[in-house]
């Protein structure tokens, strides 16, 4: 069992948060540039990732929920950085695919990365190794809240 009382600095939480909040105001001023949010981003780096996809594939990817996604695309769709199709296989669905301007912005947001690696004065497999290790426990907090939640649910 984990003490209740440990100090927040030997707190991974806060560690992460901290990491978090650092990496973003790295990137604020870059993304300020190119007149994009970080959200926006994300949505970008996964067109350019996976090509056309629908907003509800973007939002899985991103773990975030559609109506979360979908104010993000229109923007990105005002900005000529995406454009937004009804799927003709299923009316339901919207897909989203990069305009040439999109296409172009990836060039341009490649100094987020090296800003990153720069400001983390680590080598890159140091850096690669930390990801690994970010998503594997990312990973298994969210499998334990799924079982969790899977598991209230069946009361």
Not at 65 to 83: C, D, G, I, N, Y
Request: glycine share 6%.
């Amino acid at each position: 069992m984990v003490p209740v009382d440990i100090p927040l600095d030997h707190q991974l939480c806060f560690a992460l948060y901290g990491a978090s909040m650092a990496i973003g105001r790295a990137y604020k001023p870059l993304l300020d540039r190119l007149e994009l949010t970080y959200p926006q981003y994300l949505v970008l780096s996964t067109l350019w990732e996976g090509g056309p996809q629908s907003v509800g594939a973007i939002a899985d990817r991103l773990a975030l929920e559609s109506s979360t996604v979908t104010p993000l695309v229109k923007r990105l769709e005002q900005a000529a950085f995406v454009t937004r199709q009804r799927n003709p296989e299923d009316e339901r669905q919207v897909v989203v695919s990069l305009t040439p301007k999109g296409t172009a912005m990836r060039e341009k947001a490649r100094c987020l990365g090296e800003t990153l690696f720069a400001a983390a004065g680590m080598t890159p497999e140091r850096l690669i190794a930390l990801n690994r290790e970010v998503h594997a426990f990312r990973n298994a907090v969210a499998n334990y809240t799924n079982t969790t939640e899977e598991t209230k649910a069946k009361g």
